[in-house]
């Protein structure tokens, strides 16, 4: 694997899968004191940037089970597998809470009060935390070496065409007008310290022949433009994490 320093960008030498993948490295977005206070509710009842996140998303049959496996081979490196598109779930049951149409509604059907965003996120990111502790992941990793003490959590999650490109949402016919930067913008807010790890596969021709998305009849030219929204997602957060990385270096500096 050839990774760029630079701009995070890796690409498998393997012809077959011919895989992209785009690193958000810790370098590009530095832990610091300064950042990760920054998610800390004011009475502290939650930091969003507690524990050590890495997500990776990935478009199906780009090769994500084999560069997940390999992650997990690291020392102290415990990513779960996808859980039936739960990080969309997420998103859904997000977007119902915070509709503006019905914050602080005291009028049936809905009659609740008015709703944290930030106890929310909180909430959401501890469901993904139970998924993802100890007691429910695996012992060894598939080389059947120990584990070990486990200091980076997370996840991978499916980058669907019918989400990215289409709106919909996941085993629904609601159409989503923000996606799909709606749920990118969610994952960046659920998990805004988290390094991020994004992959297709360039040869979308195979891609769409293969059995995954023969079923769903997704066209090459359907998954050329997800990788374009991926390519598009990690540009865009680079820059946002490069200005943050150095504002907190500056203030860090400073104080």
């Not at 998924?131 to 499916?158: C, D, M, Q």
């Not at 980058?159 to 085993?171: E, L």
Request: with cysteine; hydrophobic share 40%; aromatic share 10%.
């Amino acid at each position: 694997v050839h990774t760029n320093p630079n701009k995070g960008i890796g690409r498998t030498m393997n012809a077959a899968l011919a895989t992209t993948f785009l690193l958000l490295a810790p370098s590009a977005y530095a832990a610091s004191t300064s950042q990760r206070q920054h998610h800390l509710a004011p009475d502290n009842e939650c930091n969003l940037c507690s524990r050590n996140v890495t997500l990776l998303l990935a478009t199906g049959r780009s090769g994500s089970t084999s560069l997940l496996e390999a992650i997990n081979s690291l020392p102290g490196v415990a990513l779960r597998g996808e859980s039936d598109a739960s990080l969309f779930g997420a998103w859904d049951l997000y977007r119902r809470a915070i509709r503006p149409d019905l914050t602080a509604n005291e009028f049936a059907p809905v009659e609740h009060g008015y709703i944290s965003n930030h106890r929310l996120l909180c909430s959401l990111q501890s469901f993904f935390f139970e998924l993802a502790s100890p007691a429910n992941l695996s012992n060894t990793v598939k080389t059947g070496r120990a584990r070990g003490p486990v200091t980076i959590y997370g996840f991978k999650e499916l980058v669907m065409p019918s989400q990215t490109i289409y709106n919909q949402a996941p085993d629904a016919h609601e159409h989503l007008p923000d996606a799909p930067d709606g749920w990118f913008n969610f994952t960046l807010a659920l998990f805004p310290c988290a390094n991020i790890i994004f992959n297709y596969r360039r040869d979308t021709s195979r891609q769409a022949n293969s059995t995954f998305f023969e079923y769903t009849n997704t066209s090459a030219a359907t998954l050329k433009r997800t990788n374009e929204i991926i390519e598009g997602w990690h540009e865009r957060v680079w820059r946002i994490r490069s200005a943050a990385a150095a504002a907190a270096a500056a203030a860090d500096s400073s104080g």
